[in-house]
């Protein structure tokens, strides 16, 4: 019934762009407005919408508003139940009392939507993750300095480096645009790249948050083998070759 619901929702904010709680109730009067907030929150983390003061606003009426969707809302609208599986699934590692890494990414970003509001420490190059973990009580967060990068909300370069080497990370939880066997796990920006692969020899375990179309994507940056990294989740298996190379370089599959 939720989902059924939800998507009744969506349907009536495709047509209306935005809507009211209040005027919302009058779909579903059979609903209370709290079970109906609740269900604005989940359709929110999914992406499909902004909460507003008392309701909502479609994302694609923001896209039409600006003129253009840009690349992070666009990344973020895909796979998306793929990302939240992994997200919840990552749930699960993040410990607390120790000192956490979250890279930027949108699938990142789900698994910080998710966080309980916990005894947790986390590092994070992410602006709009940071902006989002620091809605929650007792997550302390600490942000990276840099360059920002419009296309992923990212910050990195020189000065996000020189203040990460400052830093002890016991769990990095990172994410990549593309893996081959050949070339690891890359992204598209230089600067990113290097980043990460600083924030992956500082860390003593490394979580690959990647879902499976990014797989067979060969990105002009490679940033970490197979072998460099702990676990890898993603929301279904992996192909047969892939596999087995994890379990030779002894890498845990979660999905």
């Not at 499909?48 to 809302?73: C, F, M, N, P």
């Amino acid at each position: 019934m939720n989902d059924f619901r939800r998507q009744k929702i969506l349907e009536i904010l495709e047509q209306k762009g935005e809507i009211q709680l209040q005027k919302l109730k009058e779909f579903f009067p059979d609903i209370s407005t709290m079970t109906l907030r609740r269900d604005l929150i989940a359709l929110e983390k999914e992406g499909h919408l902004i909460r507003t003061h008392g309701g909502a606003v479609s994302t694609k009426k923001l896209w039409q508003l600006t003129g253009q969707e840009d690349e992070y809302s666009k990344r973020a609208q895909e796979n998306i139940e793929a990302k939240m599986r992994i997200a919840n699934i990552a749930k699960g590692l993040v410990e607390k009392n120790r000192s956490i890494y979250f890279d930027a990414g949108s699938t990142i970003m789900c698994l910080a939507k998710i966080l309980d509001s916990d005894n947790f420490t986390i590092i994070t190059s992410g602006l709009n993750i940071a902006l989002e973990l620091v809605k929650k009580k007792n997550v302390f967060v600490v942000m990276l300095g840099g360059i920002v990068n419009s296309n992923t909300l990212s910050v990195s370069g020189p000065n996000a480096i020189f203040s990460l080497d400052k830093m002890n990370i016991d769990i990095a939880f990172m994410s990549a645009s593309g893996f081959c066997l050949e070339t690891g796990f890359s992204v598209s920006n230089a600067y990113e790249g290097e980043l990460k692969r600083r924030i992956i020899d500082r860390s003593q375990k490394v979580v690959m948050l990647m879902d499976t179309s990014k797989v067979g994507k060969n990105m002009p940056f490679s940033y970490a083998r197979l072998e460099e990294i702990d676990i890898w989740i993603c929301e279904k298996q992996l192909p047969e070759d892939i596999e087995k190379a994890a379990q030779e370089c002894g890498v845990k599959i979660l999905y």
